[in-house]
């Protein structure tokens, strides 16, 4: 005869299995999609990387040619992710006339809105990601919807949004860090500092004193930072 | 016929032994869907990082990466060079040469260029005598310092190597473990990034590196273990580093950072008093008393984990060592339970006090025990012929079909996050090694732990026993080096 006891052993066996079959079912499925995604992944950037090279050493006749083979392999939403990816690996390692083109590529290619999807989204590592793109790529424009996230809830968007905004605007947005509310992170100054380092601006004898007079006390850190780096004219 | 004396005696050890497990299981459970919320979110926003501006920034904090040595002659020179090359800005490498008895100083000293300097120290915790500190002369190697000392055992070295540097950051790493090139950016990410909350300290999964494929001191494939002990210890480091330490961590409630690869806060634990010589656990023992400092401060602060695989070990592949080195943890973990008692259930330790040390203690130390003497008990009632061999065998299969289970969610996570064991194959291994695990390889490690106790309790035991280590790459034979004579005058100032 079954106790009671033993039902709930036996009922609690009969969960553990079923659990177990169930999870190794999804472990199976999963192996098969992630391993065709990435076999999938490495066809498209094999693809990508030929006619990126030929892209950015064509001229224009030959580049528009390129962007209408680029446009055909671009239908579906992960391979336009493969290729963000490309662009951003390109920008990180170009600059001048190159850099140019990858960012000409962005806009032709419309991956500009799906970045700006990105950034709309209101889940946080989206919106984390939709900065990063645009701010890598030097999207300009997005400049005022990221302005808006300096004061989000998350935390993590906020910093990211105080940085993304230095990459596209280094001096516009510096200046708006003056009224700044609120403490910066150490992660947040040293990537505005790198970012300065990377693309030198001068800031003006009058802009350096506006800063230094914020009331934020990292903002006055900053400014002073900012002064040492010689970036003050 | 069995009085009812039996009946009550067996009912209280029935039910006591199935709450205990079940308990046991509701807080695996709870802990495995923490974790996976917590590594899901960390990937998601790791996207997005630029470790770019951290590498390029003058404003970088120093980190110095200290690692004790002792005998490691065979591998330590290629260990150095691997360490040499970890990406970031502004590091030092610090070699402590724990007093080998073999011929590492002199490699080091040959390889390296390395010349007397002169001794600055820059805290006081204690350890055994330095016989002399190197620099090399050559500009390629300007960030290594070799500290040569007296043989102290790790926690005393590692003590030297912290004296002996000005970094702002620590990182204390086994010196025959691989780091991943980047793992100084990730594992100082989060002091950076936290603003209202301190960060004292931050770990990194260690995963096993058996059979891995090695180049120039970096894993360039990662395989499975051919060995099957190996290969018990892979599925087990993924359980406890994918579903234990990251649902800590989450928490807030993390007692632990591997002794293989953690990053610290100096200044914090300095004035926590830097590693304690006299546990064999002094990687856990560390991180409970720098958090038990920051409640005394009443400062917010955070021990905060990170999921990537940033360091691989070399795991014990014969019983023998394996259960030393099981032997040695369950003392630590008594150890620092016995320092830090005064913490149970207290609640101005908060989740520390009311969770993490009643989980460790109840929990961590104490089911290896429960297992075994409800293995006694079992064993008595064979004896008697008392066994309810159908309430046995129900609660055996329970054991059994819910250890498989946490095992299958570790390979389901494993795949949804952290893909580095690629093919079909390895997914058959280890769910192979699943269905062996509680049969070969829990009861190596419950007998391990007990006899950890027996050592600690009735034997008195303190020290650390040895590890026979094969290391990754071929090993040569030992070469017979002449002794180098140190010009006295010739030295570098730090």
């Avoid at chain 1, 052993?9 to 992630?34: A, E, P, Q, R």
């Avoid at chain 2, 691989?178 to 603003?195: G, H, K, T």
């Avoid at chain 2, 070990?313 to 150890?335: C, D, F, V």
């Avoid at chain 2, 949804?416 to 997914?427: A, N, Q, R, V």
Wanted: aromatic share 10%; with cysteine.
């Amino acid at each position: 005869m079954v106790t009671l006891n033993e039902t709930w052993i036996i009922g609690l066996i009969i969960v553990c299995s079923t659990l177990s079959v169930l999870m190794l079912i999804v472990v199976f499925l999963l192996k098969f999609i992630n391993t065709y995604q990435s076999n999938h992944a490495l066809r498209i950037k094999h693809l990508l990387h030929q006619l990126l090279v030929d892209y950015l050493l064509g001229d224009s006749l030959e580049r528009k040619q390129i962007i209408e083979k680029i446009q055909r392999l671009n239908k579906s939403r992960f391979n336009k992710k493969i290729l963000i990816d490309e662009l951003l690996i390109l920008t990180n390692n170009f600059s001048g006339i190159y850099a140019a083109r990858v960012f000409q590529l962005y806009k032709d290619l419309q991956l500009n809105e799906l970045s700006l999807n990105k950034l709309r989204n209101p889940i946080w590592h989206q919106k984390l990601r939709g900065m990063y793109e645009l701010s890598t790529l030097e999207y300009s424009e997005a400049f005022d919807e990221i302005s808006d996230l300096i004061y989000h809830p998350h935390g993590e968007v906020r910093r990211n949004a105080r940085v993304s905004l230095i990459k596209l605007k280094k001096k516009d947005a510096l200046m708006t860090l003056k009224d700044l509310e609120g403490s910066m992170s150490q992660w947040t100054y040293v990537s505005i500092i790198a970012i300065l380092k990377q693309n030198p601006i001068k800031l003006t004898g009058d802009e350096i004193r506006r800063l230094k007079s914020a009331q934020n006390p990292y903002v006055k850190t900053l400014a002073y930072d900012l002064e040492q780096f010689a970036y003050a004219q | 016929m069995p009085s009812s004396l039996y009946y009550d005696i067996a009912f209280f050890f029935n039910y006591s032994i199935l709450v205990y497990a079940c308990t046991l299981m509701f807080i695996y459970i709870i802990l495995g869907i923490v974790s996976i919320g917590a590594i899901r979110a960390h990937l998601k926003k790791r996207k997005s990082v630029n470790f770019d501006n951290l590498l390029r920034s003058p404003l970088a904090p120093k980190i110095a990466v200290i690692a004790p040595a002792y005998n490691e002659s065979a591998t330590i020179i290629e260990n150095i060079r691997s360490l040499l090359s970890l990406r970031y800005n502004d590091f030092d490498i610090v070699i402590v040469n724990d007093g080998s008895k073999d011929d590492s100083l002199e490699k080091m000293i040959r390889a390296y260029d390395l010349i007397p300097a002169k001794r600055e120290s820059f805290s006081n915790l204690p350890h055994a005598p330095i016989r002399a500190i190197y620099r090399s002369k050559n500009e390629a190697f300007r960030n290594l310092l070799v500290v040569d000392k007296e043989n102290g055992g790790k926690a005393d070295s590692l003590n030297a190597g912290i004296n002996n540097t000005n970094a702002k950051y620590v990182a204390n790493i086994d010196v025959d473990c691989i780091i991943e090139d980047d793992a100084l950016l990730r594992m100082v990410e989060p002091f950076l990034q936290e603003i209202d909350v301190k960060m004292i300290a931050t770990g990194g999964v260690v995963r096993i590196a058996n059979d891995c494929e090695v180049r120039n001191g970096r894993i360039i494939k990662v395989n499975l273990p051919r060995n099957l002990l190996a290969l018990f210890q892979t599925l087990e480091y993924l359980r406890a580093f994918l579903l234990g330490r990251m649902a800590w961590s989450r928490l807030n409630g993390l007692l632990i950072i591997s002794g293989a690869f953690g990053l610290f806060d100096k200044s914090i634990l300095i004035e926590a008093g830097g590693y304690k010589k006299e546990t064999v656990g002094e990687d856990m023992e560390l991180v409970v008393r720098m958090r038990r400092l920051m409640h005394e401060r009443k400062e917010r602060y955070k021990v905060h984990y990170i999921p990537d695989p940033l360091c691989w070990t070399e795991s014990p592949t014969s019983i023998a060592t394996l259960i030393r080195q099981r032997n040695r943890w369950t003392r630590g973990t008594i150890e620092t339970l016995l320092d830090h008692r005064i913490m149970m259930f207290n609640p101005r330790f908060r989740i520390l006090g009311l969770i993490s040390y009643p989980f460790w203690l109840f929990f961590e130390w104490m089911a290896p025990l429960v297992e075994f003497f409800g293995l006694l008990y079992f064993l008595v009632l064979l004896v008697l012929g008392w066994v309810n061999w159908h309430y046995f065998l129900l609660l055996l299969t329970l054991v059994y079909s819910f250890a498989f289970m946490l095992s299958c969610f570790t390979i389901l996570v494993k795949e949804l996050t952290y893909k580095e064991y690629p093919g079909i194959k390895s997914i058959l291994t280890l769910l192979g090694v699943a269905l062996l695990e509680p049969i070969l390889f829990h009861p190596i490690v419950v007998y391990s732990a007990i006899k950890g106790n027996w050592d600690k309790f009735v034997l008195r035991k303190s020290n650390w026993g040895s590890q026979v280590r094969k290391g990754f790459g071929s090993v040569k034979p030992k070469e017979q080096i002449p002794s180098i004579p140190i010009p006295k005058e010739q030295t570098v100032e730090i």
